[in-house]
């Protein structure tokens, strides 16, 4: 079964079919030049007692690529943002359902990290079912 943030990946390569081979899950390493982090949320998943399999998460994305220009990573957030607001049932593969993803915030830029990289990050809020 796919966990969480594959699934996440999965809709945004389909949606964005560009960004294949360039996703990274919970890990981007400093020395990474470019890519999209899909990461959990720090307070994990909440999980509905009363619906069972129902859970509600927050998760970031972040766009690092030092080639571009900050205008260009927002550019690029705006797309993701676009790819995952998903306001109903969105069926995915390995019986997970999407049943509503929001972008939180709009792009917010982290000009240097430890790897001397521009980052734009997004946070969104999921629910689905397992």
């Not at 996703?23 to 899909?38: E, K, Q, R, Y």
């Not at 205008?71 to 049943?99: E, R």
């Amino acid at each position: 079964m796919m966990d969480r943030e594959e699934s996440i990946a999965w809709v945004l390569t389909t949606r964005i079919p560009a960004l294949k081979g360039k996703l990274f899950i919970n890990d981007l390493p400093a020395s990474a030049t470019a890519g999209v982090l899909i990461k959990e949320g720090y307070s994990g998943a909440q999980i509905d007692p009363e619906i069972k399999g129902r859970r509600q998460a927050r998760f970031q994305i972040a766009i690092r690529d030092v080639r571009a220009k900050t205008a260009a990573s927002k550019a690029l957030a705006h797309q993701i943002m676009d790819a995952l607001d998903i306001p109903g049932d969105v069926p995915i593969t390995n019986g997970i359902f999407i049943k509503s993803c929001r972008p939180l915030t709009e792009p917010i830029s982290y000009p240097i990290t430890d790897g001397d990289n521009i980052e734009v990050t997004l946070n969104f809020l999921i629910h689905y079912f397992v």
